[in-house]
């Protein structure tokens, strides 16, 4: 059942016991009222009539003539009982009315008064006497009303409350029903609006037009859809993020399964030679364990690196700045890889550069790019220093210019599977390091002549 239906039912059912309560209690003051009243006029009724009684000789005709011009009931009774006089029936059929409570109460007291129901004319009558002299002797004149005759008027007006009753009724129904057009309409534009926001459209409109109430609601729900649009755009990110982190352990474990292939190939390799054939020449032999050493400190780089992206993501570094001359990091680091790639030719042209940074961090840094520099290019590499700027120049392939935004990424490797021991974090290291001392890594390339790694320390 809908809600201006329950409205209109209770409303009309409380109307309807509030009119059933109103019409006992009138009925019954009314009642009062008007028995009292007629009580009253039956009394003076009675009080003229006692002035033409003493002069009746006819009692019967005299109840008949009374009866006639008035309807009242005419009874005159004997001081035994006996009925003298009767308007509205045979008074030889009657009983003795000696016993009648009005007859007694009107023998004690000025007047008598009773409603009884009359069983000489089968209804209930209002029951007026008073005792009086007639012919020397005394009698009781009493008068009766059918309660029916005195609430006539009260019917009457009864039948005109329930037909006021009635046109408020249709009134009412025509409000319900004009109430009820514009509650479905705002409760359309609620329903409408949820179903909106279920299917996710957090820009639809609830516009309400009636009922303040609704419009509260509305605001309320507006608010709630706000706040559902910021978790979902929370949710989203976190999704993303949570997807971002699975990619990069899918990619980590990747490149680890890839990297370490072959330097683990190429140690299992050479042992097992070593251990089937315990006749080899020495100079093999040793051959043989320097490349085991050298594929096994390979994997002790790679490790490192990934030790060192794990510690600066979780923020476990600390910078502890000293002064030293960047002129003789380049030099050192560039002698350094000298000897890890003897064939390859690393240049350093730096000129004295007093810094204040960590010097171990920037060691990590210079290694990272000139390595980087070695691995994707087959001519010399060049270290400069000069006006406090670093730059390392290779002459290499270069980088298409979509990838320079993604070069700094974790695990990014601009040409894939093309050296044994790169995982893609040693520009991302740089990069974090650089920035945590206040700088950033600027990169130049063009296609087919090479690539320029640079930054500055102040």
């Known amino acids: 059942m809908k809600i201006h239906q329950h409205f209109f039912l209770n409303f009309l059912a409380l109307f309807a016991g509030l009119l059933a309560v109103a019409s006992f209690v009138g009925y019954l003051t009314y009642k009062s009222i008007v028995v009292s009243d007629y009580e009253e006029r039956l009394s003076q009724d009675i009080e003229l009539l006692a002035f033409e009684l003493p002069r009746v000789e006819d009692m019967d005709a005299f109840a008949r003539r009374i009866h006639d ?21 045979d008074k030889t059929q009657m009983e003795n009315h000696a016993g009648r409570p009005e007859v007694m109460e009107a023998a004690r007291q000025r007047y008598g008064a009773e409603i009884r129901y009359s069983h000489t ?36 007006s009864y039948v005109n409350l329930i037909a006021v009753f009635v046109v408020f009724i249709v009134f009412a ?3 319900s029903s004009r109430m009820s057009r514009r509650l479905r309409y705002d409760i359309a534009q609620i329903t409408d609006y949820l179903q909106q926001i279920a ?50 352990r899918s990619d980590i474990l990747s490149a680890i ?9 190429a140690i299992i390799g050479y042992t097992e030679t070593l251990r089937e054939d315990p006749n080899v020449s020495v100079k093999i032999r040793q051959r043989f364990l320097e490349k085991v050493l050298s594929n096994a400190r390979k994997i002790e780089g790679m490790l490192d690196r990934l030790s060192f992206s794990v510690k600066l993501e979780n923020n476990d570094l600390q910078i502890r700045k000293d002064a030293f001359d960047m002129a003789d990091v380049c030099q050192d680091v560039a002698a350094t890889l000298g000897k890890k790639y003897p064939d390859r030719e690393i240049l350093c042209d730096a000129e004295p550069t007093p810094v204040q940074a960590d010097r171990a961090m920037m060691e990590v840094v210079l290694t990272n790019l000139i390595d980087n520099a070695l691995k994707y290019s087959d001519e010399r590499v060049e270290v400069r220093l000069k006006d406090g700027r670093v730059s390392v120049v ?29 995982m893609g974090l040693g520009l991302s290291i740089v990069s974090y390091i650089l920035k945590l001392h206040g700088s950033e890594l600027e990169i130049e390339s063009e296609i087919a002549k090479g690539s320029i790694f640079s930054f500055s320390l102040r």
Not at 121 to 149: E, F, M, N, S
Not at 257 to 265: G, Q
């Open 173 to 175: 129904f025509f409000l």
């Open 257 to 265: 399964s890839h990297e370490f292939k072959n330097p683990l190939a």
């Open 69 to 89: 011009k008035t309807g009242l009931r005419v009874t005159v009774i004997a001081a035994d009982g006996t009925v003298l006089a009767e308007s509205n029936t």
């Open 394 to 422: 290779d002459h290499g392939m270069g980088i298409p210019k979509k990838e320079l935004e993604n070069i700094t990424s974790k695990y990014y490797r601009v040409v894939k599977n093309t050296w044994d021991n790169s």
């Open 121 to 156: 004319l089968h209804y209930d009558l209002l029951y007026v006497a008073k005792r009086l002299p007639w012919k020397g002797q005394p009698v009781t004149l009493r008068l009766a009303i059918g309660l029916k005759q005195m609430f006539d008027r009260y019917w009457e």
């Open 199 to 248: 299917a996710k459209n957090y820009k639809a409109e609830v516009k309400p037009r009636y009922y303040s109430e609704f419009l509260q609601i509305s605001v309320q729900l507006k608010n709630l859809v706000k706040r559902l649009r910021q978790r979902e755009k929370q949710r989203r990110k976190y999704t993303a993020k949570l997807r971002l982190i699975n990619q990069q």
